[in-house]
């Protein structure tokens, strides 16, 4: 049968995106939701048939230990509580899909990779984009040679935020968030840099902005601006940015014989591709990207029920993770880091 999941936190990402995608999943469900809310869970709870007793808070978590119906944890909270709740998940026996970014530093993400492992249980980040058929099909374009051995990638991932402060916003809190869009949405490009050219980076430097007098930037990061060099000699200039007013969500990618366009390259839906080669442009679509969501679900739960290999494991989350780091220390110390 399919597997039933506790989604943890109901948040904007949970409602919108998690729980539908768990409900439009064969290998799936949701068995209960988990929230410190006085009245949403039980309007979500009624939205997804679950009973009154499927709806736990934080203070009464443990007992899920106990309920049959839960077999897995979906963990949607802000980003700097992922590791403790991952862990109270995995002590109380379950299966857990953590989103992304996994945590806010390599020490976390080793807890919790360590508390799998203890367990016994599967540990998979909610990377979303290993399972979009536009960033599988720019993945094989790559790996068919289709533009050439690839020279450059240019992405950004940046938006304009709104105007807020650290009483009102966790993604402007240093603890909740670390250093703010890197962690946020600049990782879509670091994941796309991997994932295209197949390697990982053997240098970096990396430079951060963080303006003063502005409370969104109080706490955190406004802008991130990374060039990473890959073995092949590929290098990927990255940039991630909550105060840009030219929003962007692109990967460019040039090789020696062409180039592939993407843009928005990682979103929700409405994914375009472009292959220019010989000067000639043919825009791709090589399928729906809405089918991400529950597919990433199915992975999951047939991992959970076959044993079968989890695509975007606790690994890949602390690689990234440990990668980041490095982006910051670089920063900080205006200097090349080697890796
Ligand atoms: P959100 O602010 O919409 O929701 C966060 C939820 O956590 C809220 O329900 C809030 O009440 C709850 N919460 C519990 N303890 C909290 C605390 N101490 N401080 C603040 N909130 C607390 O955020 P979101 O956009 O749903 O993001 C949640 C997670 O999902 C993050 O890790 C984020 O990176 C990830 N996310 C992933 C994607 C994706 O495309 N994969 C998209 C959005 C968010």
């Given at each position: ?36 809310n ?31 119906r839960i ?42 990779i ?24 720019a993945t ?7 533009i050439?051995?690839?020279r ?26 670390g ?44 802008t991130?601006?990374?060039?990473l ?38 979103s ?45 494991p ?26």
């Open positions: 049968g399919s597997v039933g999941v506790a989604v943890v936190a109901l948040g904007g990402y949970a409602i919108g995106k998690v729980m539908p995608a768990l409900a439009a999943s064969d290998r799936c469900h949701v068995a209960a939701v988990v929230s410190g006085p009245e949403k869970p039980a309007k979500v709870a009624a939205a997804y048939g679950l009973p009154e007793d499927a709806i736990y808070s934080y203070d009464n978590f443990d007992q899920i230990a106990g309920d049959d077999e897995a944890v979906y963990i949607v909270l802000p980003t700097g509580l992922h590791a403790d709740w991952t862990e109270k998940a995995f002590t109380a026996g379950k299966h857990v899909m953590c989103e992304k970014p996994m945590a806010l530093s390599s020490g976390e993400c080793e807890r919790m360590a508390a799998s492992e203890a367990a016994g249980k599967k540990l998979m980040i909610g990377y979303r984009c290993h399972f979009e058929p536009f960033n599988l099909r094989e374009l790559m790996r068919e040679g289709a050439g051995p690839i450059m990638i240019d992405t950004a991932h940046q938006y304009m935020m709104g105007p807020t402060n650290v009483s009102e916003n966790w993604r402007v809190v240093r603890a909740l968030a250093g703010g869009p890197l962690e946020d949405y600049g990782i879509y490009s670091l994941q796309a840099a991997l994932y295209l050219t197949g390697e990982m980076p053997v240098s970096l430097k990396a430079a951060t902005k963080q303006p003063a007098n502005d409370p969104r930037f109080e706490q955190i990061f406004s991130v601006t990374a060039e060099t890959f073995p092949s000699g590929a290098v990927t200039q990255l940039a991630t940015s909550y105060n840009a007013p030219d929003g962007k969500n692109m990967i460019h990618v040039e090789g020696e014989n062409g180039t592939l366009h993407m843009s928005p390259a990682t929700y839906d409405g994914q375009k591709m472009t292959l220019t080669r010989n000067g000639v442009s043919e825009e791709l679509v090589p399928g729906d990207p809405n089918v991400q969501f529950a597919r990433m679900c199915d992975h999951f739960g047939q991992a959970v029920r076959e044993g079968t290999t989890i695509l975007t606790g690994e890949m989350g602390l690689r990234d993770v440990r990668l980041m780091e490095a982006i910051y220390t670089s920063a900080a110390e205006g200097r090349e880091i080697k890796l």
